[in-house]
């Protein structure tokens, strides 16, 4: 192999190294983590949602005695 041509594949290599690093990282901020959309801890956000439905419903209770 050629010295050029061995300086090329390297070049090719080290930029393509770096655009797919760039890249993956430029991903991760574009798309949403999957990990705040499992519908396992659905339920807990609707329990939680409740409770500070019924917190807020007390307090209006004792604001209006």
Known sequence: MRAV????????LYLTTFVLTFASVAIGTVL????????SDTHLNEQKQQQLQQAKREEDKEKQT
């Open 5 to 12: 041509a061995r300086n090329r594949l390297m070049n090719n």
């Open 32 to 39: 949403p983590c999957p990990a705040h959309s499992v519908d």
